[in-house]
C-alpha cells in the first residue's frame, strides 16, 4: 500500500499547487471586478469583455476550489449519522463515498467531452459585441477541472481505505 499512499501524497501535491493558482485567480477576479465596479460608477462605463473575463475567471476558480475543498475534507456529508460511528466504520464510508465520487467526475468528463468539442470546433465566442472570443476554452475547463476532482477522490480513497485495512482510529 506505501506505492498507494505515495501516490496520494503526489496528487495532494498537485493539489495544493491547484490551490495556489485558484487563490491567485481569485486575487485576479476580485481586482477585475473592483476595476468593473470603478468603471461603472466612477466613469459610467465598463467594457462588456471585461465583465466577461470575470466569468472565464470564475469557472476554474470554482471548479479548483472544490478539489482543493475535498483534500480539506470541507464537502458535505450527514454528521448527525456519520459522527456516531466508530472511526473505522468512517473510514469504509469515505472510501465508498470517494470511489462514488471519481465515478461521478468521470461521467462530467465524458458527458462535458463532447460539450466542449462541439464548442471548440465552432470556436466559440461570445454573442455579445465586444465580447471576448474564447468561450470554448472556459468549457474546456470544466474536464480539466471534474479531472482534478477525481484525482482527489481517488488519493482520499487510498488514504480512508488504507486507515480501514489497517484499522487506525
Not at 465520487?101 to 462541439?118: D, E, P, Q, R, T
Request: hydrophobic share 50%; aromatic share 12%.
Amino acid at each position: 500500500m506505501s506505492y498507494a499512499l505515495r501516490l496520494a501524497d503526489g496528487i495532494d501535491w498537485l493539489t495544493r499547487l491547484i490551490g495556489r493558482i485558484a487563490s491567485a485567480l481569485l486575487l485576479g477576479m476580485i481586482s477585475l471586478v473592483f476595476f468593473n465596479v470603478a468603471g461603472r460608477y466612477v466613469f459610467g462605463a465598463s467594457p462588456i469583455w471585461m465583465q466577461e473575463l470575470e466569468w472565464h475567471f470564475l469557472v476554474p476558480i470554482a471548479l479548483l476550489g472544490i478539489t482543493v475543498l475535498m483534500m480539506d475534507g470541507g464537502h458535505v456529508r450527514v454528521d448527525m449519522l456519520y459522527d456516531r460511528f466508530p472511526r473505522r466504520v468512517q473510514h469504509a464510508i469515505d472510501c465508498v463515498t470517494m470511489i462514488l465520487g471519481v465515478c461521478v467526475s468521470l461521467l462530467f468528463i465524458k458527458y462535458a467531452s463532447g460539450y466542449v468539442a462541439n464548442s471548440f470546433s465552432i470556436l466559440e465566442g461570445s454573442p455579445d459585441p465586444g465580447g471576448l472570443p474564447g468561450r470554448w476554452l472556459v468549457k474546456g475547463f470544466i474536464p480539466v477541472g471534474f479531472g482534478f476532482l477525481a484525482l482527489q477522490c481517488l488519493a482520499n480513497a487510498i488514504r480512508h481505505g488504507d486507515a480501514f485495512l489497517n484499522g487506525e482510529a
